[in-house]
């Protein structure tokens, strides 16, 4: 027991080599049984209420040491109350990080706990690995590249790791800003001549613009609002005509274009955003954290044509590269605005200075989680990867195919390529909304009766721990169910992460959807039909859990 | 070969848990050798150039698979050139990661993947094991806490995970902006009615406010200087004097007060910041990214009184707490200041609510870091932990007399508690260093060579691959060598983050310090004799690599 030796066994480097490994299995075997389903019942997950865990994982600030198998007991248990994104049947986000490399270099690299701020004393393999990495994903997105042996310097590199997607449009937001006014490092936005603007959709937008807009000191006023189009894109004309008319005593200094929704995963028209940012000099920011694994297939990457030509793009391969957290990069094209953060700008030319911290706003000493994705597509090569991305896009054409059929969904927002949402409304239900729509002042009331069988049909199955699909707030932007377009209603997402569907994966989900949408058709068939007649009905709550919502 | 295998294979969940654990088990073999040295030829590191790395990972964008014994190979050659931060003998940082519970549940947390975002469907224990540990470690800072199971929503949390220590003080930032101007998030930093200011003390700074302050829109203008005393702590008068009449149109709204300076840590007397602070309405920072793990031993926390006081703290387990990267954390005293950042104030008070991306700044999806701190603290509790933080300081003392008693060194800053700062110069060179300076015109050039032969000598250790000491430039603030208190010196760093150090380890370092220490004597002293008479002397470079001296 580690509290009877002395205190060197807290330390794992203090240990015989084969209590190392032997330790280290057992650590391993827990997170395998987790993987394989065996510490959660075959589930997605086993469900419990936050009260429930909240009473079991409650304890006072430990005080002495508890051996071994107590803490490998305590991390088995939070494996038992976890989610697993992986699970075929967890249809909620595409956050899978189940590489095999992904998996073996986020191993690795527990070990290696290398330091990235520097090549020397802290990450001498781990910053040329990281450097290779990022001019690959500079030559994928379409950026200028150069083989690493030919290294001039930091200057150069025009890439960084981030912590999240989040994180990588923050940053976006303030390369873009110091790239218009590079005095804005000095003085401030204070000294600014001008107030600056970012101009985004309303409907597609992602929260981290407002978020980094308040935090960034632009304040929420920094952001103009542009429109989306029906089909959850970005409406360009309405960029274009913001970009004419800019509100007084504001000055756009970026636009966001995304490729790839958190909700639906439309794609922008790229290259159109393009010549408008070109035409009027502003910075564009392409946000692919859903939509930049695409980039690897020949054959899907055509539908960002155009992100070659941003000034700077966010990917999130923990999301839809099947890396584990935290990896996210950002890219910037003209490197030169990445190294104007250097606190050394002499050290930029050199080409035998590889401390990447040098160009990493807001990042210092972190740790070497490039490794996983550098493994991955050292593993799978750009061929391997866009099999798996092109297999999971037919997955999703499948499955959102089975779900229609099978008769309880509306479609909503169908046209991306591995996520859609919809609304539970079986084809009772949905005779009644048509004539119920005809009369305006039932509207907000249909709308409430539909938000909230979406809402109890997404959690019923999600408790049941067999299915998990994702609940969130939208504007049905094409009027799909006719009861207005700018109200929010509550819908279901699914998102495929897992390139492939067994057919008794398919089977399991099927059949759930059938149990859980039958028990719901009669009660909403009646509370439809009590519309106008009975006053006293239920109210509908907009669910606020979960990311896309926000 | 996963390449045979229709893509399946790609993705560890659609193996046979055999073949999950025989990959596994061979993953963590490589981690394990690393570890344990087998790896790097039982050195701290095999020492490899930047252009050398950079030809031997140099390499097009992979194209297709190459199975996994491939895969395997080029993880095992990245750990071959990595550097063993955990090594005895590694004497730099002390970001040594080597927790038995750290490394357990670094592991577990790579299968896991969790998403701290949100409870439902993104990490259902994650969101309430990291809730709980929050809770700990507010309760060691001396801030108010409560049981878990009384958990009353997000409103009453008021800390959160970041990646870095530079990203804990960029938060710190913005929240102390946001509590000063509750404003600032709507309007921005152009609607404040003053310009604001930080204020902290230049000499014992980190180099993340200057950057925060850059990026968070303030400028390097919204800096205000304060002074630092001999000891390598902010000179509280000058503090206060900055208070009293800040320079005009600012207005100072927080105060940094560094517990552990990251070159000698030095710790403030965070007591008298904070009475100052409280008398002039100021946020009070405290930067414990050093000194926080003192705080788990009733024995050193002393050194920290005072620190219950703060509005903000900022911890780095990654660095003093045994706990690989990413792992770090802002507690914020009162929660509010937090739960403003929230998109949905009415959830802040829903004790069902435990999605914590509402209330962290920064962030969205993110992994499950927090349980590898949990896990530690599960595992050895408050009294493990102290005893390995005592011992590090015991070791440290006897490391620190140990060097000085070589005899080749002129100790700088020597009074912190796992890290001092000292200069290559031995008794021969000191009696000529003594006799030069008495001329000015020579001191600058003394100081370079003071400063060159300390290069030299940390560089040749670490090329040889067997003792690591860190290099940075400083302040010789004490003018311990005579040469003046202004310019900055090349410094040796030495950092104790092992808490014990074996006999053979000690032996070694001593017996490379005097090979390497003897050879540079005699070049030295005559550099040092020609000064005055021969003008041609090599100029000294002041070195920038490595983030002590950022």
Redesign the interface.
């Known amino acids: 027991m580690?509290?009877d030796n002395g205190?060197?066994?807290?330390?794992?480097?203090?240990?015989h080599?084969d209590e190392?490994?032997a330790?280290?299995?057992?650590?391993?075997?827990?997170?395998?049984d987790?993987?394989?389903g065996q510490a959660r019942d075959d589930l997605v997950?086993r469900?419990?209420?936050?009260?429930e865990?909240?009473?079991?994982?409650?304890?006072?600030?430990?005080?002495?040491?508890?051996g071994?198998d107590?803490?490998?007991d305590?991390?088995a248990?939070?494996?038992?109350?976890?989610?697993a994104?992986?699970?075929q049947r967890y249809l909620?986000?595409p956050?899978?990080?189940?590489?095999?490399?992904g998996?073996?270099?986020?191993?690795?690299a527990?070990?290696?706990?290398?330091?990235l701020?520097?090549?020397?004393?802290?990450?001498?393999?781990?910053s040329?690995?990281e450097?290779?990495l990022l001019l690959?994903l500079r030559?994928?997105v379409g950026f200028s590249f150069f083989?690493?042996?030919e290294?001039a310097g930091l200057r150069h590199l025009g890439a960084m790791w981030t912590?999240?997607?989040?994180?990588s449009n923050?940053v976006a937001m303030?390369v873009a800003?110091a790239a218009t006014w590079p005095d804005?490092?000095?003085?401030?936005?204070?000294?600014?001549p001008e107030?600056p603007a970012v101009v985004l959709a309303r409907g597609v937008e992602h929260?981290?613009y407002?978020?980094a807009?308040?935090?960034?000191?632009?304040?929420?006023?920094?952001l103009v609002w542009s429109a989306a189009n029906s089909d959850y894109t970005s409406d360009v004309s309405a960029i274009a005509a913001l970009l004419e008319n800019p509100p007084e005593g504001t000055r756009p200094f970026m636009v966001v274009g995304v490729a790839g929704n958190c909700r639906t995963t439309g794609i922008d028209r790229l290259a159109e955003i393009a010549d408008l940012c070109a035409k009027h000099g502003v910075w564009f920011h392409v946000d692919a954290c859903h939509g930049g694994s695409l980039l690897f297939s020949d054959q899907l990457r055509g539908e960002l044509a155009g992100i070659e030509r941003a000034d700077s793009v966010s990917l999130?391969p923990?999301?839809g590269l099947?890396i584990?957290?935290?990896s996210s990069y950002l890219l910037v094209r003209d490197p030169e605005h990445l190294a104007q953060?250097s606190?050394?700008p002499d050290?930029l030319d050199d080409?035998?200075?590889?401390?990447l911290?040098?160009i990493t706003?807001?990042?210092?000493?972190?740790?070497?989680?490039s490794?996983r994705l550098w493994?991955l597509?050292?593993?799978?090569?750009?061929?391997?990867i866009a099999?798996?991305v092109e297999?999971r896009e037919e997955t999703f054409r499948e499955m959102r195919d089975l779900i229609e059929s099978t008769g309880y969904f509306q479609m909503i927002g169908a046209a991306g390529f591995y996520r859609c949402a919809f609304v539970y409304c079986p084809p009772e239900a949905r005779r009644l909304v048509e004539a119920l729509r005809e009369r305006p002042e039932l509207v907000p009331r249909v709308r409430a009766v539909v938000s909230r069988y979406t809402q109890r049909f997404v959690q019923t199955l999600?408790v049941s721990g067999r299915v998990?699909f994702?609940l969130f707030t939208m504007q049905d932007l094409g009027n799909a169910l006719g009861l207005g377009t700018e109200a929010k209603i509550e819908m279901l997402g699914m998102c495929i992460g897992?390139?492939?569907m067994d057919a008794g994966a398919k089977e399991d989900i099927v059949k759930h959807i059938a149990a859980v949408g039958d028990d719901l058709v009669d009660p909403m068939v009646n509370e439809l039909r009590a519309l106008g007649v009975d006053e006293a009905q239920e109210a509908w709550t907009a669910s606020?859990?979960?990311?896309a919502g926000?």
């Not at 865990?53 to 508890?66: D, G, S």
């Not at 912590?163 to 994180?167: E, P």
């Not at 597509?377 to 391997?384: F, N, Q, V």
């Not at 606020?544 to 990311?547: K, N, R, T, Y």
């Open positions: 580690s509290s205190g060197a066994g807290e330390l794992l480097g203090d240990r080599p190392i490994a330790l280290v299995g057992k650590a391993a075997k827990i997170g395998i987790f993987f394989t997950l469900y419990a209420p936050e009260r865990l909240l009473e079991r994982f409650a304890e006072p600030l430990p005080q002495t040491p508890i071994d107590a803490l490998l305590s991390l248990e939070v494996s038992r109350w976890s989610v994104q992986h699970d909620a986000f956050d899978v990080g189940n590489s095999v490399a998996i073996a270099a986020g191993i690795v527990t070990f290696l706990n290398q330091n701020i520097a090549y020397d004393r802290s990450a001498p393999a781990g040329v690995v450097a290779q690959w030559e994928l083989p690493l042996n290294y912590s999240g997607g989040n994180m923050h303030t800003l804005v490092r000095r003085r401030g936005l204070r000294g600014l107030r929260f981290s407002l978020g807009a308040q935090v960034l000191g632009l304040g929420s006023a920094g999130d923990h999301k099947f584990t957290y935290p953060f606190r050394y050290k080409p035998s200075c590889l401390d911290g040098l706003p807001f990042y210092g000493s972190r740790g070497f989680e490794l493994a597509i050292k593993h799978l090569g750009r061929a391997g099999r798996l297999q999600y998990v994702d897992h390139p492939t606020v859990h979960g990311p926000w």
